[in-house]
Each structure stands twice: as C-alpha cells, then as structure tokens.
C-alpha cells in the first residue's frame, strides 16, 4: 500500500495496453518499421510503440479538430465533410512523409560529412593507432552523424558485441551508399589481414572524386532551375519596362 495509487492500478494497465497494442502488429511490418525509426534517428526519443500511438491519434484526433472547425466557421455538411476527410488524409501521410524526410536528411548529413571522417580515420591509423582508437578519435574531434553513430558503434563493441557485427549496424542505420561500401570494404580488409591505411585512403580518394562529380551536375542543373524564375518573374517585368512607354505613346497617338 506504500506504492503510489498511479502505479499500482495505471501503471499495469497502461503494460497491458502496450503489450496489446504490439500484438496487433504483424512482426515483418514491426521490424520494418524500427528499421526506419533507427534510420531517421529515432526522432524525439521515440520508440516503436509511441510512433505507433502517435499515428493511431493523429487519425482518431485530427479528423475531428477539423470538422470542429468547419462547423465553428459555418461550413455546409459538404464543406465539414471534406475537411475531415482531408484531415484523415493529412494524418494518414504526415507520419511517414516526416520519417522518410528525416531519414533523408541524416543520410545528406552523413554523406556530407564522410570525406573529412575519412581523412581524419586515415591520418590516426597513420599514427601507429588501433582502428578502435581512430574511431574515438574521431568520435572526440568531430560532431554530426556519422560521429554519433560511430560513437554508438563502440559502445555497442564495448558491451561485448563484435566489431563486424557493430559496423553493420552502422550501415543498417544509415542509408548512404559510399558508407556501406566503405564499411564492406574494412570488414573484408579485416578478414582477409589487409592494411587498412592503403583501404582508407582509396577509399578517401574515391569518395572526394563522388563529391566533385556531384557538384559538377548540381551545377550543370542550375541554369535549367533558373530557367523557370527567369520566365515567370523577370522576363514579364523586363518587358513592361521596354515596351510599357512604347504601348503608352502607340496608345495616346492612336487616340489623338
């Protein structure tokens, strides 16, 4: 009875929905789904359970905020209809275009980021240090995702797990194709005893040569991007400005 009230009655109630909540979930989709979160970064701490939470009360919740909306506006019954049914909508699509977006933007992150990491994992190794070193030399020097990452990938070989086994959750959370190249490359380094140094700095080298053909066609798009201003905003403006006063006297004239 020294227990709190909302431990003792809440608290079992609130496992057992959590409990029951999972069971309804097919195991594949489950696993697919962590997946992602694990790729996005599990955004705002959220496990598997509370992202599922989170859409059952979007769909439950939104759809009515909406229709409140439209009758307190005076809307017709057409009008509240459409505005829950595009609310339905919104909170059906919102959770996992906001998954996909973040999971984009951390694998942009990574890619980013992976040039300098590679330079920096190079030099340690050239210093006489371990690769688990170098891995903690980058985790103390640099910041971003790819050092959280590593960071979680010695944590994990400090717990016991393998080093192969770690590095491939690295890959499985990050969705960068240079980087699971990378990381299969160490691994079969690794296995067959080859120096990592030579490894990394191809590595490097091929990574900086991505780096400059991406740029180069980021460039080469640009004037195509350009194009669609030019014709909307600035060519409608430069022909007011040259032909405005020609119209204005061709008018004026006509009318004398």
């Not at 460039?219 to 430069?238: W, Y």
Request: aromatic residues 8%.
């Amino acid at each position: 009875m020294a227990t709190p009230l909302v431990k003792r009655i809440l608290y079992p109630l609130w496992r057992e929905f959590r409990k029951g909540f999972n069971k309804k979930m097919d195991g594949d989709k489950q696993a697919k789904l962590g997946v992602k979160l694990l790729q996005a970064g599990n955004p705002f701490g959220m496990t598997l359970f509370e992202y599922r939470l989170i859409q059952l009360l979007l769909v439950l919740v939104l759809p009515v905020i909406a229709g409140g909306w439209g009758f307190l506006m005076g809307f017709s019954f057409g009008g509240i209809l459409f505005s829950g049914i595009l609310a339905l909508i919104i909170s059906i699509v919102l959770p996992p275009y906001y998954i996909k977006s973040k999971i984009h933007a951390r694998s942009k992150s990574a890619l980013k980021e992976l040039p300098d990491v590679l330079d920096l994992l190079t030099v340690s190794l050239e210093a006489g240090l371990g690769f688990d070193g170098a891995l903690s030399k980058v985790v103390l020097k640099k910041e971003g995702v790819l050092s959280t990452e590593f960071h979680r990938c010695l944590e994990e070989i400090r717990l016991g797990k393998t080093r192969r086994d770690s590095l491939r959750g690295v890959r499985e959370r990050l969705v960068v194709d240079e980087l699971n190249i990378l990381i299969s490359s160490i691994l079969q380094a690794e296995k067959l005893g080859m120096g990592l140094v030579n490894v990394l700095r191809v590595q490097s080298e091929e990574v900086r040569d991505q780096r400059k053909q991406r740029a180069e066609q980021e460039a080469m798009k640009a004037p195509v991007k350009m194009l669609f201003p030019l014709v909307l905003f600035i060519f409608p403006s430069l022909f007011i400005v040259l032909l405005g006063p020609a119209i204005i006297q061709f008018i004026e004239s006509f009318n004398k």
